[in-house]
């Protein structure tokens, strides 16, 4: 069964950190873009940051720049997501996706997805 797996969500003070990891399995994901999406209560499913086939490419969204970091290790199959400086409008479930293509394109590229891992930052 192919499967992506989110973990290391949780509860952080206002400026800790977290990271996210994602395991995928099944199959490898190492030809795959992946990314990394988040949903809050009453809103809709937002992009947060991308990362190419090798690693060799980021996207993030604006309101992450500067604080959060994607990266990959296709040897374990995983992608990670380092959030620093977390502010509690951060407060969502994260979802990990791949892409069907190994470049970074749109959202809608995206259809594998994780169950979510839930992040809330107290103010």
């Known amino acids: 069964q192919v499967q992506l797996v989110e973990s290391g969500g949780g509860l952080v003070q206002t400026g800790g950190s977290l990271r996210l990891s994602c395991a995928a399995s099944?199959?490898?994901?190492?030809?795959?873009?992946m990314g990394w999406f988040r949903q809050a209560p009453g809103k809709e499913r937002e992009f947060i940051a991308a990362?190419?086939?090798?690693?060799?490419?980021?996207s993030y969204a604006d309101s992450v720049k500067g604080r959060f970091t994607i990266s990959r290790d296709n040897a374990k199959n995983t992608v990670y997501l380092q959030m620093n400086s977390l502010k509690p409008e951060d407060t969502a479930v994260y979802y990990c996706?791949?892409?069907?293509?190994?470049?970074?394109?749109?959202?809608?590229?995206?259809?594998?997805w994780g169950q979510g891992t839930q992040v809330t930052v107290s103010s």
């Open positions: 996706a791949a892409s069907t293509f190994a470049a970074i394109g749109v959202s809608s590229d995206f259809s594998l």
């Open positions: 990362i190419s086939w090798r690693g060799y490419s980021t």
């Open positions: 099944g199959r490898t994901f190492s030809s795959n873009a």
